[in-house]
């Protein structure tokens, strides 16, 4: 399987973006999708993730109620829709999954297998 992420770019505080994950190759429905971002100078933290089985979705608490991850049924785009955009959420995003079936909710770095490249998201107050 392979990632693309894309849609970043430069957004005013308080603004939407939507990220997409464009997932190519063989996938399972028992695969876990999940979206990270790195700010600069910090480590890479888990933002939501969802199951492709039954679009289940699961949040960081830091984007709990402003981002929403969805995903298509052909199991070709995973989304992540960004709204209320703070300062602090100024990172590069990057989209992965989790090929293992081991969590229902993987949520650590090293639970995913494959990443795609980032896309880097801006937002200025």
């Known amino acids: 399987v392979q990632l693309q992420a894309s849609g970043g770019g430069l957004v005013q505080a308080g603004g939407s973006l939507r990220l997409s994950c464009a997932v190519s190759?063989?996938?399972?429905?028992?695969?876990?999708m999940g979206w990270f971002r790195q700010a600069p100078g910090k480590e890479r933290e888990w933002v939501a993730a969802i199951t492709w089985s039954d679009g289940d979705t699961h949040y960081a608490d830091s984007v709990k109620g402003r981002f929403a991850i969805s995903r298509d049924n052909a199991k070709t785009t995973v989304w992540l829709q960004a709204s209320s955009l703070k300062d602090e959420d100024t990172a590069v995003y990057y989209c992965a999954t989790d090929t293992s079936g081991r969590s229902r909710w993987p949520v650590y770095r090293w639970d995913y297998d494959v990443w795609g490249q980032g896309t880097l998201v801006t937002v200025s107050s």
């Open positions: 190759g063989r996938t399972m429905s028992s695969y876990v």
